[in-house]
């Protein structure tokens, strides 16, 4: 069973950067891929960027190419989200997710494991 906890969340100005971390125990993280997701109230909760168990591969939603990197340093069983030019409209709780599988994935319903989401207001 694998317990995640995200942090490093909070208000930021348009334009701003922040980084997430995801801490993950209770399971050989580094054979497990992971992924963060955002959700709005009253909104699906939606796809951000995964990255397989080596890190060597990533995949990005179209809104935050370019702006967002996710990376992992699987000796501190972590993940992370890097963002930057931050805009309004990424304002969202950001989900930390694992999978029981090496591979980089979009689709929510393959994650096994998820974190309680940290928030995230981009705002001026």
């Known amino acids: 069973q694998v317990q995640l906890v995200e942090s490093g969340g909070g208000l930021v100005q348009p334009g701003g950067s922040l980084r997430l971390s995801c801490a993950a125990s209770g399971g050989t993280f580094s054979s497990y891929a992971a992924g963060w997701f955002r959700q709005t109230p009253g909104q699906e909760r939606d796809f951000v960027a995964t990255?397989?168990?080596?890190?060597?591969?990533?995949y990005y939603a179209d809104s935050v190419k370019g702006r967002f990197t996710i990376s992992r340093g699987n000796a501190q069983n972590t993940v992370y989200l890097q963002m930057s030019s931050l805009k309004p409209e990424d304002t969202a709780v950001y989900y930390c997710a694992a999978r029981s599988g090496r591979r980089a994935n979009l689709i929510q319903e393959e994650y096994d494991y998820w974190g309680q989401g940290t928030q995230v207001t981009v705002s001026s």
């Open positions: 990255i397989s168990s080596s890190g060597a591969t990533t």
